[in-house]
């Protein structure tokens, strides 16, 4: 069973909310105010999803836990009272999971609820690809510094240059990128 | 209508059949649009806009978010004194309760334009914590005026410094919570440059939480945080409401910081690129105003309503001005108090402060691998439009699209070698 926090400071306001959840099967975990201890409730709690209020000064004390857990985001559904239909479809291509307006009747939550989630996955696996490129990215560069840096210092020649990299990498068991990375910073303090 | 269907449609014959002509303005838009991302404006076609009288803001009326700091002035000041008016554009400031809605809102397009975390924008370039947006810095808003506090339990346990809380938390065996105000942000660069500095690990030494600036007073009294970094007033207001002092402003960080910058999308300067230079007009001439020191009591009564700042009168005004005290006994006047022109140097959009930040989202790990720093800062800051901006008011341009600081621990950053710097420090994630 999914665990669900749901965040606003007006908790009466989200009553019907935490019903329509409780009823289509998810498990409220909390229900809290604009607060304080949400940095310690995440943590202890542990949630699935939150819910919260767009307009919520606490939005920026979720950013942070997510950031911080960058390995481990969780999907962030928001609501809002007073959005129309065409800055909710503007925040959803921001990439925002979810936004609910005012109360939803029960039987479309849960779809609500999973487009939220499949949005957070695709998200969250583009992230990791847009990562991986940029670290091949990155890689490469440093190797082409390295080999600049090795043709300098021994006077050879760039296939000579590389080999020699690629033995190093070798018989060290690290990758190109990482050793390229070592000598680039060996030769700034050394040079 | 913007300039480049202006000039294009000049040019296109009545002849010309729609799809033809559609081709044509879809590509040259594209390719201008590219261009003005680039900062750079094709000479002939900016020289007869110009003289076609076609620069003519693109959108007459925009909304400027803020979150309620001292430093949110200049966009209160441009829209409610009238400096607006003056550029062709009618400014709607818009409160925002969070950074997480300025940078949402700003994406989408719900704010045209921010007040906004000078780390923020760049770190929504980079796609960290959310998704990539390409970014746009118009100007710098302020140097320096932001601060660090620490609750008075602290002071009964001898903390004056850094020093003396390096001491404290070698010899006492508790967890210590500290918060800023957004991950990539400012104050949490300025807290964990801080801490560092002090021989303290942001990142294993201690907690760190965020909070929203208005309610950090009301977070350490309920003692949920040993100290926090944040904008003015809310440290002036800690002393005010006896719960905190302040144990270092950040210009004993590093003298006149980069601190908020006018932020907005790539997207937006590329489509509007006479209101933005614009609305650097009506700000910069807002900063100027502001920086007036017999304006400023002026514009601290404007800045404290309800609408705005919401705090009292007294509390922004003395550090407005310079007027220190720390709360526990040290009064000065500080020359380096929070800055929003000096002829412009503050303003100008300098490369080097915005590839800072990055080089500081690498040192504590938001950033996995070294950017290429140089390239997103020219990316985002818009030299080019700021100048045009500035030329304008007759307001001087520096030449050097870098400049050189000694920060607190003596090292100097001139934006020269950053993954050098980045990789430079002992204390880091």
Known sequence: ?191 | MNTNDTALNLEVKPTVDNSRRDFFRTTMAGAFGAAAVMGIVPKGISTNAYAAGSDAPEITEVKIGFIPLTDCAPIVVAAEMGFDKKYGIKITPSKEASWAAIRDKTVNGELHAAHVLYGLVYGVQLGIGGQQKDMAVLMTLNHNGQGITLANQLKDKGVKDGHSLKRLLDNENRDYTFAQTFPTGTHAMWLNYWLAANGINPIKDVKTIVVPPPQMVANMRIGNMDGYCVGEPWNARAIYDKVGYTVATSQDIWVDHPEKVLGTTAEFVAKNPNTSRAMIMAILDACRYIEATENRAKVAKLISGKAYVNAPEEVIAGRFVGDYDNGIGKKWKDPNFMKFFEDGKVNFPYLSDGMWFLTQHKRWGLLKSDPDYLAVAKKINQVQLYTEAATQLGISVPKDVMRSSKLMDGVVWDGKNPAAYAASFKIKA
């Open chain 1, 1 to 191: 069973m999914l665990k669900v926090m749901i965040v606003d400071n007006d908790l009466e306001r989200t009553k019907p909310l935490k019903q329509s959840l409780l009823d289509t099967g998810y498990d409220v975990i909390a229900h809290l105010k604009d607060t304080v201890n949400l940095d310690d409730a995440c943590c202890e709690l542990q949630p699935d999803i939150v819910i919260i209020d767009t307009d919520s000064p606490s939005r920026d004390t979720l950013e942070n836990i997510c950031v911080m857990t960058m390995n481990d985001p969780r999907p962030i559904m928001m609501f809002t009272h007073d959005g129309d239909k065409e800055q909710i479809k503007l925040a959803t291509q921001a990439g925002v999971c979810a936004y609910v307006v005012g109360s939803i009747p029960n039987e479309r939550l849960q779809p609500v609820i999973d487009a939220a989630i499949a949005r957070f996955e695709e998200f969250k696996n583009l992230r990791v690809a847009l990562n991986e490129a940029n670290t091949k990215l990155s890689e490469r560069k440093l190797v082409e510094r390295a080999k600049g840096l090795i043709m300098k210092q021994r006077k050879i020649d760039e296939d000579e240059a590389y080999n020699l990299l690629r033995s190093m990498a070798m018989q060290k068991h690290m990758r190109i990128g990482a050793l390229s990375k070592q000598i680039i910073e060996a030769a700034e303090l050394l040079l």
